[in-house]
């Protein structure tokens, strides 16, 4: 396969031919059996490297009696214990900054990025300049996939800081011999002047969540400018369900009149384009020989046949300095392997990633995503753009209210029209969840709009639970 080595060594100067889909024509469209044959034997490199040089690897590979000699095919590479971010934390915690997982010398950190710490210790990303290199040249070769090419201008609006999404499609920009255009996102006003640049600039590519996709919208037609004025050929999105809820993307792409790609997993394993739809091929497509991905049983960790679904396991195949191998992500997803009409053989999921699994909610047994309320809403004409989820209980029971917006159109007709809209809302959202919804409208721009990930879900059922417990203690 073209440039299959390890550690890797791109040749930062390659380009494949202009008129050609694929960027590493072998690697993409060979037969995924036959792949998978190359992938196993990569394992065994990637887990002798971590366990001569990570602390943290061999002494889970021992205490589970499993060795790198003993995978000798995909299926054998399932019973290697898995990664939780809960054990990166720890490392880090003991072995600080970096955990005893770091794989290279500490003297070789090129980049430190990581999470933000909200809900505890953030983590630490050690990226060693070989990775940043290698992750550069993955996110070329997707981007390339998504019909960018040298040349073009790439929009980067998203926060550039700790977060290593924007980083990522910057630096693959970069490689792939763009104009990259790192303008960020989240001061006061920036919104508004991103559409400004936007229409001095003409870029072929944005980048975004799919929210602020939405926002940026908003704001364009605010000031009487049409989206489709940017002239953009491609939107990318990570950080947020979106960009392959059909409702949501074809809204989307219907605004700029651009193409919608969906890609992301986690920060953990950047490059996150590895999963990534192309230009004629929609969900995201599993690029098996940069991240080794199993869609897999959340709690045996055993992989679920194509068509199930399950939780994603990724293993870095090209990465060295903080390889993850079996990190299991916790998100909810079903794959499926079928023929792609961008000819490309690898495993996809059609409709990406839904969410995390701890985002899912119950309501009376049923199990609701946030994601399945955002399709149904983006689908209704007269929704004004965003919502909240209440969750509550008064009584025995959970109630689930969807507080949506209208918009001007609607709020200029009379209140039959909020109350049609509100009653096609509660039926439709009826029939996708399984369980009632009380819908409530309420009047455009009520709700706060985001430069980044939106959070929509209020969840009141602990503060019930308190006060009853308070309410008996007295």
């Known amino acids: 396969m073209e440039e299959w080595n390890y550690p890797q060594n791109y040749n930062n100067e390659y380009f494949p031919k202009t008129d050609s889909p694929y960027w590493f024509p072998e690697r993409e469209t060979m037969d995924p059996e036959k792949r998978d044959v190359f992938i196993a034997a990569r394992l065994r490199e990637v887990m002798s490297y971590a366990y001569e040089n990570s602390p943290f690897y061999k002494r889970k590979w021992d205490a589970a009696g499993i060795k790198a000699e003993d995978i000798r095919t995909v299926a054998d590479f399932e019973n290697v214990p898995v990664v939780t971010k809960q054990e990166l934390r720890n ?5 600080p900054p970096f955990g005893d997982y770091l794989c290279c010398p500490e003297s070789e950190i090129y980049h430190i990025h990581g999470t933000s710490g909200t809900t505890g210790r953030p983590t630490a990303f050690g990226i060693s300049k070989r990775d940043w290199q290698t992750i550069a040249n993955n996110h070329a070769r997707i981007m390339w996939g998504m019909g960018l090419r040298p040349g073009d201008t790439v929009f980067v609006a998203a926060v550039l800081s700790l977060y290593m999404g924007s980083w990522g499609a910057l ?18 006003g920036m919104t508004a002047r991103a559409v400004t640049w936007l229409q001095m600039m003409k870029p072929a590519g944005l980048y975004s969540t799919p929210s602020y996709a939405l926002r940026l919208a908003e704001v364009a037609r605010e000031g009487g400018v049409n989206p489709r004025e940017f002239g953009l050929k491609v939107l990318f999105f990570s950080g947020e369900p979106g960009g392959s809820i059909p409702s949501i993307r074809d809204k989307i792409q219907d605004i700029y009149g651009a193409k919608v790609v969906d890609c992301g997993t986690m920060a953990e394993l950047t490059p996150w384009m590895h999963a990534s739809g192309t230009e004629s091929t929609e969900g995201m497509l599993l690029w098996q020989d940069i991240v080794y991905t199993e869609v897999s049983d959340p709690e045996t960790h055993r992989r679920v046949p194509y068509g199930e679904q399950g939780t994603p396991i990724y293993t ?11 990190m299991v992500s916790g998100d909810l997803t079903h794959w499926v392997l079928e023929d792609n009409p961008c000819g490309r053989t690898y495993p996809r999921l ?6 995390r699994i701890d985002d899912m ?4 047994g049923e199990n609701v995503y946030p994601s399945a309320i955002a399709e149904v809403l983006e689908g209704l004409t007269g929704y004004g753009g965003e919502h909240r989820i209440v969750i509550s209980r008064s009584g025995s029971m959970d109630e689930l209210v969807v507080q949506a917006e209208f918009d001007h159109k609607v709020a200029q007709r009379d209140s039959n029209a909020v109350k049609e809209l509100g009653e096609k809302a509660a039926l439709e959202l009826n029939k996708v969840l399984g369980v009632r919804a009380n819908v409530e409208m309420v009047g455009p721009d009520t709700f706060p709009r985001t430069d980044f990930k939106a959070q929509r879900v209020i969840d009141d059922r602990d503060l019930y639970k308190s006060l009853n417990k308070k309410l008996g203690e007295g």
Do not use: D, V
């Open 91 to 95: 490392s880090q915690a003991e072995y």
């Open 171 to 188: 630096m693959g920009a970069e490689r792939l011999g763009c104009k990259a255009f790192p303008f960020g996102a989240g001061a006061p």
């Open 350 to 355: 059609p409709k990406g990633i839904y969410g």
């Open 361 to 364: 909610f119950q309501i009376r």
């Open 316 to 326: 870095h195949l090209e990465r060295t300095s903080q390889p993850m191998i079996r």
